[in-house]
């Protein structure tokens, strides 16, 4: 048992190592188009088989020198023998005292080492005047100089954003190879909750937990199977959770994981399969439970929309990345920041406040909450950029304190 403090919850750290421990990667890849893979995880390493670029070229318009040829002092007088655009073969090879007129990107004719702007020379028909303190070997960008042919470019395990696959295509990749996509299923729990559209009866309120937790699915990646709104019902629970553990990687349930009377996602867990943990130092969230049904992960998080969040976030995410095959947490790094007003806080849990990091009076960063904390104001997180991450043994924060806080953008 608990003392009703938190002293007994499972502290955050050991949450994330138990969480780590009991989860592995998928087995099985795709093969998809890179225009079809953002957000997939590269299941193996990515060997360059060029050079990118695959030439030495241009960074600037103007004129391909050899540097021997430039002047110490006064100025250079070289011939302009040839043109070369971006997209056409080199062309012939400079003597001395040639040049070759070249634009960004195009290859340097063979005996080029130097490129000099346009906005530095003189010309005079085919005679180009440059003036001394040019650097040579300056604006050319060498053969390679991005990836090397052989050089592994990206490892196994890295999720594909924007930047990865623009590296992919600069390859000339057709196809890449990815970790098969993880199957999750999520619910929400209670009796109380109806979906949008209908009318609300006495006491019931709209289900958000599904809303929050489909999105972030869907960002992360996962092909995510909606169950629905679950009566307080343990065997239409146990049913509903039993079939989709037959065809899914993990399984997250919102709701009913606390000591109410209507509250049955842990014994129906214990019953269905097992249970790891129960209960995590941590606020909101702290009636987490994880465990596993058949083959599936189980998630159970709290009800409250704030708590749902929080925990997808901090310790759910992290664990569907790894089931994923990602290398990492996801987690972006923690930052200090100032408190502009104080933060309520007792001793006993990890808490994770919601606020608005920014500018100072002085340019250093300070946050300030996002108005009340309860785990049922969900518009606290919208209204956030960041979460204040409050270490368990901490106490009230007063104003001018370092806090560490953990930007919330694009992640959540
Ligand atoms: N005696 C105790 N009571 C509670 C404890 C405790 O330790 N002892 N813990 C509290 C904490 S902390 C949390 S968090 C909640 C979590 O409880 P449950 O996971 O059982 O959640 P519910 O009771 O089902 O719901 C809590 C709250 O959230 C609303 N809710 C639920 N699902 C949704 C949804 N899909 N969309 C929007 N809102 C939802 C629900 O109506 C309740 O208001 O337990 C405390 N109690
Ligand atoms: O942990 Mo509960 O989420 O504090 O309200």
Redesign the pocket.
């Known amino acids: 048992m608990t003392d009703g403090k938190g002293a007994s919850d499972l502290p955050v750290a050991a949450a994330r190592q138990r969480l780590r421990e009991a989860v592995a990667p998928v087995a099985g890849t795709d093969r998809v188009a890179v225009g079809a893979a953002l957000g997939r995880v590269l299941a193996e390493p990515l060997i360059a088989d060029l050079d990118v670029p695959g030439h030495d070229n241009a960074a600037m318009d103007g004129y391909a020198v050899r540097g021997a040829d430039l002047a110490a002092a006064g100025e250079a007088r070289l011939r302009r023998v040839a043109t070369v655009e971006a997209g056409e073969a080199p062309g012939r090879a400079l003597g001395a005292g040639e040049c070759a007129r070249i634009m960004t990107g195009a290859p340097l004719p063979p005996g080029a080492d130097t490129v000099v702007m346009q906005e530095r020379v003189a010309v005079d028909g085919e005679a180009v005047r440059i003036p001394a303190g040019e650097a040579p070997g300056a604006n050319v960008r060498p053969a390679g100089g991005d990836i090397a042919a052989g050089a592994t470019v990206l490892e196994a395990g890295t999720r594909l954003g924007p930047a990865e696959l623009g590296v992919i295509g600069s390859l000339g990749r057709v196809e890449v190879p990815v970790r098969r996509r993880l199957r999750v299923a999520f619910l ?3 009796d ?2 109806r979906g949008a559209g209908e009318p609300l009866g006495p006491g019931q ?6 809303y929050t937790l489909h999105a972030a699915l869907a960002r992360l990646g996962v092909e995510a199977r909606d169950l629905g709104r679950i009566p307080d019902e343990p065997e239409a629970l146990a049913a509903a959770l039993r079939e989709a553990a037959g065809d899914c990687d993990a399984l997250i349930s ?7 009377d209507a ?1 049955h996602v842990k014994p129906v867990l214990e019953r269905e399969g097992q249970i790891d943990f129960w209960r995590v130092a941590l606020r ?4 987490l439970a994880f465990g596993r049904i058949g083959g599936a992960a189980f998630f159970g998080l ?4 704030v ?1 749902t969040a929080a925990t997808y976030y901090q310790l759910v995410q992290p664990a569907l990345r790894r089931m994923m095959g990602a290398s990492g947490d996801g987690l972006p790094p923690l930052l200090e920041a100032r408190a502009a007003e104080p933060l309520a806080k007792r001793p006993g849990r990890t808490e994770y406040q919601r606020g608005v990091v920014g500018p100072g009076a002085d340019g250093r960063p300070e946050v300030r909450p996002t108005g009340t904390q309860s ?2 104001v969900l518009t606290s997180m919208a209204r956030a950029n960041c979460l204040v991450v409050l270490e368990a043994e901490r106490g009230e924060v007063a104003p001018g304190e370092t806090v560490a806080v953990q930007p919330l953008e694009g992640v959540l």
């Open positions: 929400a729990t209670g109380e909750l309120i709209y289900d958000s937990n599904r919102s709701g009913g994981v606390s000591v109410g509250d909101p969230g702290r009636p709290p009800g409250n929309p708590s785990s049922g």
